[in-house]
């Protein structure tokens, strides 16, 4: 046996079956041994294996040492138990799964693979009780395989095609280029969260666990700093191993949508993973409300996004950032034990009063460009000040970009009204000063057809203006003298 074959977690497992054998105080280091030692091993792809099988790490564990604790013991426990021949042969048959698999390493899925194999010596009673096949593991394995094994839903040809209304192709097609709408200024500054940025760069370096998770309450700007990230990309202000990289948010919906028949959902989903895996690291996702993957697309017994992801993700070949609130990564993505491990949280806060005031400063140009009007300094503040005070149930700086964007749409209704106002009252005057001079010398009595005329439009005039006053206030004055 060869350790040079096995990864620093295959060979992590023979450490603790040796561990295991001695508290049962077994001469020998037993296949049950060896199982247990397995399923413990965390940040590996057994457990989502076993999830996917509909077993539990602990079920199987407690099988194998119900069996184990029928065996005999020695008097005292051994701590360098030996390798038991059936123990040897089990891992060098998982080298041959690892070629299998085409993989570099044996890793601890490929160790399960070999425990169960036929032509092992698990007990019957243990083999029996988990009822788990080689077969059963295969089939629960090859979702977690990149490359050739998840991009082979697409046909020969490369080509999408339809089978009975069926999608089998998967592309980026149900994501949009956040790097793109970077280059082209659709995005707005990020302001003061370039400690934030910093840390999810750091974690997007890292060799495995390189996927972020932007936990924070709605509207303190998570989505900006990843709006932020994908402008740093452009503007290569990045680490040189992440320049080039190309920011791509998925549309959860799209993904979902549409997708009737069994497997549909996996397809596309596995289909776009894919393509992430074999950019070669050149492609980072983004999924707002990450969250939504825990049982997105699991329609019939179907897989949900997150088991399609998991392996991926514990082997370092896909790089995702999430975001979500607190609350909603507590009800879901921590309660998933195995996902949970595959993300590295990021506390978003919610910006000071400074701050806030000094990000609604940094993003004014945008909302004056759009509204076609300037906000004082005065104004900053106040959307801010009065944002905290009135709506303190929300959270800066949105709450204080949205009273921005609503004072100057409502500005610009009113500053319409007002220009057509008073272009109907100028002509209201010019009116009445005509029925003034027909009336000039005339009796009220004998005239009176001319005389209630004139009153009728002056009380008409007296409404608009009444009706002016009160939704445009003193710029009354200021705007009759521009319409002059």
Request: glycine letters at 8%.
């Amino acid at each position: 046996m060869d350790i040079a074959n096995y990864s620093s977690d295959s060979r992590a497992i023979i450490k603790v079956a040796r561990e295991v054998a001695a508290s049962f105080r077994h001469p020998e280091i037993r296949i049950e041994h060896l199982l247990i030692a397995v399923v413990r091993q965390e940040g590996s792809e057994v457990e989502s294996i076993l999830n996917q099988l509909g077993k539990s790490a602990a079920f199987v564990e407690s099988v194998a040492e119900e069996y184990l604790k029928e065996q005999p013991k020695r008097s005292k426990a051994r701590e360098n138990a030996t390798i038991s021949p059936p123990v040897q042969e089990t891992l060098v048959a998982a080298v041959e799964e690892k070629s299998k698999l085409y993989d570099p390493l044996v890793e601890p899925e490929h160790i399960l693979i070999a425990i169960f194999d036929p032509k092992s010596q698990l007990s019957s009673y243990v083999r029996e009780q988990i009822d788990i096949s080689k077969e059963d593991c295969y089939r629960a394995i090859a979702d977690s395989k990149s490359v050739e094994e998840i991009a082979t839903v697409t046909p020969k040809g490369g080509e999408a095609e339809a089978e009975g209304g069926k999608e089998v192709a998967g592309t980026l097609k149900y994501t949009v280029d956040m790097t793109n709408q970077a280059a082209a200024g659709e995005f707005d500054p990020m302001i003061g969260r370039e400690k934030e940025l910093q840390e999810l760069i750091q974690i997007l370096l890292r060799r495995r666990k390189s996927s972020p998770a932007l936990v924070g309450g709605a509207g303190v700007g998570k989505s900006v700093i990843v709006e932020g990230f994908a402008q740093a990309v452009i503007n290569d202000k990045v680490p040189k191993v992440l320049q080039g990289v190309k920011v791509m948010e998925v549309d959860m919906g799209s993904l979902v949508a549409g997708a009737k028949y069994k497997g549909e959902f996996e397809e596309r989903f596995k289909a776009l993973v894919g393509e992430v895996v074999k950019s070669g690291g050149k492609t980072i996702l983004f999924i707002d409300e990450i969250h939504t993957i825990v049982g997105a697309g699991n329609v019939s017994g179907g897989m949900d996004a997150a088991n399609l992801i998991k392996p991926a993700l514990a082997r370092g070949q896909l790089r995702l950032i999430g975001a979500t609130t607190e609350e909603e990564y507590t009800r879901y993505i921590e309660k998933d034990k195995a996902l949970d491990r595959r993300f590295e949280k990021v506390k978003i806060e919610e910006p000071s009063f400074d701050d806030a005031v000094r990000i609604v400063k940094g993003v004014i140009g945008k909302y004056e460009d759009h509204h076609k009007i300037s906000f004082t300094h005065e104004a900053i503040v106040g959307s801010v000040k009065y944002a905290k005070r009135y709506l303190s149930e929300r959270n800066l700086p949105d709450i204080a970009l949205d009273l921005v964007d609503g004072a100057a749409s409502e500005f610009a209704v009113k500053d319409e009204f007002g220009k057509r106002g008073v272009a109907a009252i100028e002509s209201q005057i010019a009116e009445i000063e005509k029925l003034i001079a027909s009336c000039g010398g005339k009796d009220a009595e004998k005239d009176k057809e001319e005389f209630d005329k004139l009153q009728a439009v002056y009380d008409e005039f007296s409404r608009d203006f009444d009706t002016l006053q009160d939704y445009w206030g003193y710029r009354v004055e200021v705007l009759a003298g521009v319409a002059e």
